[in-house]
């Protein structure tokens, strides 16, 4: 969909009262839902997931175009699914910068990669050329996700207060404010939900299964694993916190997934509170 077709859908849903029902796509919907916000159209933005899991609850195996439209359709009629809330400005500008900050560091580990398997002299000297651009690239642009953050009071002081973690830096912080809006205005376990740290149950009967994780906004998750892992090292609660757990049989990368979780609640308790992180002494 093009910009001015996604603004020209947005116009005639707003003017019908339409409420508008789409799939979560990895930055494929980012046009219309930006066309849906400026026309302040009704929108919910749904987990692919859950869309497909209803389409074959409903029976229905086939996959094109206006069999999705309609299972939305359906969808949206039968679980009547919350509106998606307006994302501000800035904070869609710090999206976009964040996004282009996670492309750039994908392509300097896939260069260093290719550094790593040639020997050709003139092969590795292009690509150490083309990795000391990508790295003043990313400083460029981290330089700009620093200048969009102090630009705003509300993200200014919501930086301070998750930087005050130990773990959290920069980018982390950024990550969360940019991808998870939500931080501070819901409880604990869906904040969870939305990051991908919810543990979900895999009983049957007298069988107790192994909680997993899933779903969830991936880019979240992956920040949230390195802060809890940093945390646990340098902050006396998370360490505790995590070495109990391992401690009690936990798999590491069980115990580390159940301390990013847990660091994910006191940040989201953090924002919704006011208030910046206290060290606590374990029991």
């Known amino acids: 969909m093009t910009v001015g077709d996604a603004r020209s859908f947005a116009r005639a849903a707003a003017r019908e009262g339409a409420w508008v029902i789409f799939e979560a796509s990895g930055g494929y919907d980012r ?8 026309a302040q159209a009704s929108f919910s933005r749904v987990n692919p997931r859950q869309a497909h899991d209803f389409a074959r609850a409903m029976g229905v195996i086939g996959k094109t175009d206006r069999v999705d439209a ?14 998606t809330p307006p994302v501000s400005p800035t904070r869609q500008v710090l999206l976009a910068q964040i996004t282009r900050r996670r492309q750039l560091v994908e392509m300097r580990k896939q260069e260093i990669t290719r550094l790593q398997q040639t020997t050709d002299r003139d092969s590795r000297s292009d690509i150490k050329s083309l990795i000391l651009l990508l790295e003043r690239r990313i400083e460029k642009v981290e330089t700009r996700i620093a200048e969009i953050i102090r630009s705003s009071p509300e993200l200014a002081e919501t930086d301070r207060r998750l930087q005050s973690v130990p773990g959290v830096g920069t980018i982390v912080a950024a990550t969360i404010m940019a991808e998870l809006p939500e ?7 869906k904040i969870a939900a939305l990051a991908g740290l919810a543990p979900i149950a895999r009983d049957s009967g007298q069988r107790n299964g192994r909680r997993v994780i899933g779903g969830g906004r991936a880019t979240v998750r992956t920040v949230l694993y390195l802060a809890a892992l940093h945390a646990s090292r340098h902050s006396t609660m998370f360490k505790a916190f995590r070495q109990k757990l391992q401690a009690s049989g936990k798999p590491v990368k069980a115990a580390l997934t159940a301390t990013a979780r847990k660091l994910l609640c006191v940040l989201n308790s953090m924002v919704a509170d006011g208030t910046y992180f206290r060290e606590i002494q374990p029991t």
């Open 31 to 38: 046009v219309l839902r930006d066309g849906l916000e400026a």
């Open 183 to 189: 931080i501070g205005t819901t409880d604990r376990r």
């Open 70 to 83: 309609r299972m939305l359709a359906t969808f949206g009629q039968r679980l009547q699914p919350p509106q």
